[in-house]
């Protein structure tokens, strides 16, 4: 079955760097834009940022000039180099990615979640 895993989550000092990344595996015949989410505790998961089969990436503007977020297409993965990390960042980070299966419709996969803990 298709799916989706994150690594790269952990505990930084403000000001720090962390590279999140996720990989799709399964039976997949193609995958479409791919991104990151976060929710913090008591709060909405909001977009982070995401970038489409064709390269254009969209940024929430908390994390503009901050974070990068970046795909290999040919390993069927996902990165979010994070930089210049806040207390504010502290969140689970979730992976997600429109896929098409082999033999299936098109949807929207996400991932497991991975914690992120940025200390003042």
């Known amino acids: 079955q298709v799916q989706l895993v994150e690594s790269g989550g952990g505990l930084v000092q403000a000001g720090g760097s962390l590279r999140l990344s996720c990989a799709a595996s399964?039976?997949?015949?193609?995958?479409?834009?791919m991104g990151w989410y976060r929710q913090a505790p008591g709060k909405q998961r909001d977009l982070v940022a995401e970038v489409s089969s064709g390269g254009t990436t969209n940024y929430a503007d908390s994390v503009k000039g901050r974070f990068t977020v970046s795909r290999d297409n040919a390993k069927n993965t996902l990165s979010l180099q994070m930089n210049s990390l806040k207390p504010e960042d502290t969140a689970v980070y979730y992976c997600?990615?429109?896929?098409?299966?082999?033999?299936?419709?098109?949807?929207?996969?996400w991932g497991q979640g991975t914690q992120v803990t940025v200390s003042s």
């Open positions: 399964g039976s997949i015949f193609s995958i479409g834009t």
């Open positions: 997600y990615a429109y896929i098409s299966p082999r033999g299936g419709p098109r949807v929207n996969y």
